[in-house]
């Protein structure tokens, strides 16, 4: 299972981005999608989950400003992001939980990252 992620990019303090990533591939079902991300000389922090059954939760940080959504009949993820400040600038990836299946009788759960895409805040 592949993750494409996109919708990153330069935007000023108070501005705001949408982060799309569509899973693809031989997708059962995808449990949980969520963003992280990374910034230099940190660890990688999770910054916003959903479930399938459409439950979110969102790191302190980012509640209020962030929005995590998903479209389960396209296997893709959203987080718009709102307010944006400069401390919010890192890496953002794309993962997504679930079961794949080979076409026949075999399934095998995944746990698959994006390739990761820019956010700069500039104040």
């Known amino acids: 299972v592949q993750l494409q992620a996109s919708g990153g990019g330069l935007v000023q303090a108070g501005g705001s981005l949408r982060l799309s990533c569509a899973a693809s591939?031989?997708?059962?079902?995808?449990?949980?999608m969520d963003w992280y991300r990374q910034s230099p000389g940190k660890q990688r922090e999770l910054v916003a989950t959903i479930t399938s059954g459409g439950v979110t939760k969102y790191a302190d940080s980012v509640k209020g400003r962030f929005t995590i959504s998903r479209d389960n009949a396209k296997n893709t993820v959203h987080l718009q992001m709102n307010s944006l400040r400069p401390e919010d600038t890192a890496v953002y990836y794309c993962?997504?939980?679930?079961?794949?299946?080979?076409?026949?009788?075999?399934?095998?759960?995944?746990?698959?990252w994006g390739q990761g895409t820019q956010v700069t805040v500039s104040s």
């Open positions: 993962n997504a939980d679930g079961t794949s299946y080979d076409g026949t009788f075999y399934f095998t759960p995944f746990n698959s």
């Open positions: 591939g031989r997708i059962f079902s995808i449990s949980s």
